[in-house]
């Protein structure tokens, strides 16, 4: 792979970001109360506005962005709610990021990467439980390179489980590669292409990455435009709070989202924004240098949501249910669930183990116990990947979704999937639950295409599989 840092720009200005930071704390109510009109028009937010309400203090306009960010997020995604699962492919890696069980100096964890026969055996499994969409995870080692990976993308998409399931959308979460290694998962079918930055002030970076590939924070920082080069429009960035100010790193993070639509005319399709957990021999993790409260983190997704609309924001299992529950409403669009963060974990009859982990999960309930809960507060559970295999993806997509595309495409597609489920996967109390909702969203829904939906969810009924508008 070729790493050529000479002629990489830092496009984040960091006395900039901490300018706007610090510019604008303790605004005026009529203020705050302006930008949150604004954003009610969906239209989004610019980073000043977002740093105003990233730091509202006072409970009741705190109140107020929670509030407009539920309307926000009903308007555009409706009550859908899209879910995945990681797949950790491999845990052996050549850096040592200071917060993370994977890293090189951790001689206490078990190192492992999946074979073909075995990634084959985890992905059955999912299958099994009813994922539609995972996430393959990657420690970064030089015996593994692009190749390498598109090939474990390739063995993913050509399993077949005995009860007929497939994975339909295989995104992927590995280090940086160069414009042709990202290619070669471009041709291989990849959906999203994520990769987080874990902070972008470049001296905490450089501290808590010391050495492998991964010490290089402007590789890193171009990681996305690489990709974009090589064609993969679908992009999922991230900040790991806990490392550095988490006002600094969402204004710098949205300042990402915006030089990238500035230069290929699309920002990323996907947001994340995990809390660092605890890992084994990994004291950052467990003593986090900048820690983000729980009052924090709701506004700042409340703020993200309000912020860029119409990006994706996934939550992880890093958190626990109640706060997962409570994210639901006020932003987040896409949770995994049933997760386990260490490769083999899904076959393993003895998994929940220290010595083999990423990080701890905060939420270990199975997927159907998950989707449950979910159906029990009103939401569609969605496995819908229609849009990536008919070619909706960047651009093309985020057009679609400024014209009220998801409400008329994506709910109805989400209702197929979720019968689906239901036919071939759910719990029978999760079964129940699950055909009164359908019953009443169809009832309740739109009249327009409401026949074409009857009548797809009949087919599925009666066998019929993956169809989807
Ligand atoms: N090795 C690749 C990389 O570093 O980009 C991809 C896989 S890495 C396992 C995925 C992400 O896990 C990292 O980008 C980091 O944000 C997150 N992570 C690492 N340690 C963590 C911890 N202790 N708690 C929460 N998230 C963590
Ligand atoms: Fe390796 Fe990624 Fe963990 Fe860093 S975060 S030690 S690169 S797996």
């Known amino acids: 792979m070729k790493l050529d840092i000479s002629k990489l720009d830092n496009f984040i200005d960091e006395d900039k970001i901490w300018n706007i930071v610090n510019q604008n704390t303790d605004a005026d109510p009529a203020r705050i109360q302006d930008i949150l009109n604004k954003a009610l028009e969906a239209k989004g937010l610019t980073l000043e506005e977002t740093a105003i309400l990233?730091?509202?203090?006072?409970?009741?306009?705190n109140e107020a962005i929670f509030e407009t960010a539920r309307k926000v997020k009903k308007a555009i995604y409706?009550?859908?709610i899209v879910l995945f699962a990681p797949l950790y492919v491999t845990n052996e890696c050549s850096n040592r990021c200071s917060y993370c069980g994977f890293k090189d100096t951790n001689s206490e964890l078990i190192r492992r990467t999946l074979t073909a026969g075995e990634i084959k055996k985890e992905v059955c499994v999912l299958e099994d439980l009813g994922h539609k969409r995972l996430i393959l995870v990657y420690g970064e080692h030089p015996k593994f390179g692009a190749d390498w990976i598109a090939e474990t993308v390739r063995t993913v998409y050509d399993t077949l489980s005995e009860k007929s399931g497939q994975i339909r959308r295989v995104n992927i979460n590995c280090a940086p590669l160069d414009v042709d290694g990202f290619r070669k998962l471009h041709e291989v079918g990849i959906?999203?292409?994520?990769?987080?930055?874990?902070?972008?002030?470049?001296?905490?970076?450089?501290d808590l990455h010391p050495c492998g590939h991964k010490k290089y924070f402007l590789w890193r920082l171009?990681?996305?435009?690489?990709a974009m080069e090589a064609g993969i429009d679908d992009v999922g960035m991230g900040?790991?709070?806990?490392l550095y100010d988490y006002r600094f790193d969402t204004i710098a993070l949205l300042a990402h989202a915006a030089e990238l639509e500035k230069q290929f005319g699309v920002g990323p399709h996907t947001l994340s924004f995990p809390r660092l957990e605890p890992a084994?021999?990994?004291?950052?993790?467990?003593?986090?240098?900048?820690p983000i409260t729980d009052s924090q983190f709701k506004r700042l997704v409340a703020v993200l949501r309000l912020a860029v609309p119409f990006t994706g924001l996934i939550l992880s299992t890093r958190e626990n249910k109640e706060m997962r529950r409570e994210l639901l409403d006020i932003g987040v669009s896409q949770l995994s669930a049933g997760s386990r963060t260490y490769p083999g974990a899904y076959t393993d009859p003895d998994y929940d183990r220290p010595e083999v982990q990423q990080f701890c999960v905060g939420d270990s309930r199975s997927l159907d116990e998950v989707i449950k809960e979910i159906v029990q507060h009103g939401y569609i559970p969605s496995w819908c990947t229609a849009c990536y295999r008919e070619g909706r993806t960047g651009e093309e997509f985020m057009k679609l979704a400024k014209n009220g595309f998801?409400?008329?495409?994506c709910r109805p597609n989400a209702l197929m999937t979720f019968n689906e489920y239901l036919q071939d996967y759910a719990s029978e109390s999760t079964r129940d639950l699950g055909r009164e909702l359908i019953n009443s969203e169809v009832e309740n829904g739109p009249q327009k295409g409401r026949k074409k939906l009857l009548d797809s969810l009949l087919r599925i009924e009666q066998g019929e599989r993956d169809l989807y508008i």
Do not use: D
Request: charged letters at 15%; a negative charge; hydrophobic letters at 30%.
């Open 222 to 226: 171009h990681a996305m435009h690489r």
């Open 280 to 290: 084994l021999n990994a004291e950052v993790a467990f003593n986090p240098p900048y």
């Open 54 to 61: 990233l730091q509202v203090e006072n409970p009741e306009l």
């Open 406 to 409: 998801i409400q008329n495409f």
């Open 191 to 206: 959906g999203t292409y994520q990769c987080f930055q874990e902070t972008y002030h470049s001296k905490t970076y450089s």
């Open 239 to 242: 900040t790991l709070l806990g």
């Open 78 to 80: 409706g009550n859908r």
